[in-house]
């Protein structure tokens, strides 16, 4: 008797051998953006983003290293790259370096970037972030609010380039 073949099953007749050593398909994962929200980048992040897809391009292949070149490939792609501002700067747009003033009085400057470049660590925040969507459209000498896991803070401007 010969065992039934299940609906989706192939008999091992109709398949190659190289197929067995095929890796599966790789895919790109969720992107951070929401549909139909710009990726903006500033010029640096675009540059970072490019020497890393060179770097890793440059390594043996795996299903890793390919899954992540085809992210920052799609990232570059979908990316909407914006040159900083001339002067003057009366106003806290993405691109912006941010220099402000806690509720401790200690100075803290942020530099709001991308999805993609942000590096809480280094204070390059991401322009959809809490703290940067309370700074944008502010200007120098305002106090602005946002929402913090410790609760409401407050932020007084001191500083603004770009």
């Known amino acids: 008797m010969t065992p039934e073949i299940g609906r989706n099953a192939m008999s091992k007749a109709f398949t190659r051998e190289s197929d067995e050593f095929l ?3 790789v895919s790109r994962a969720a992107s951070l953006i929401p549909s139909g929200v710009k990726n903006f980048m500033t010029p640096r992040g675009e540059k970072m983003l490019r020497k890393k897809l060179n770097r890793l391009a440059a390594e043996p292949s795996s299903p890793a290293t ?5 992210e920052i490939r799609a990232s ?12 003057p700067w009366n106003q806290i747009l993405f691109g ?15 530099h709001l970037v991308g999805v993609d470049e942000a590096n809480p660590e280094e204070n390059y925040i991401n322009w959809r972030s809490p703290v940067a969507r309370a700074l944008s459209k502010a200007k120098v000498g305002d106090r602005i609010h946002f929402h913090a ?11 603004l380039r770009y």
Do not use: H, M
């Open 96 to 110: 912006a370096i941010v220099t402000v003033r806690d509720q401790q009085k200690q100075e803290i400057t942020y």
């Open 76 to 87: 570059l792609q979908s990316a909407v790259v914006v040159e900083a501002l001339i002067p």
């Open 23 to 25: 890796e599966p398909p």
């Open 66 to 70: 390919r899954e992540k070149i085809n």
């Open 149 to 159: 896991p410790e609760g409401v803070q407050q932020l007084e401007i001191i500083g």
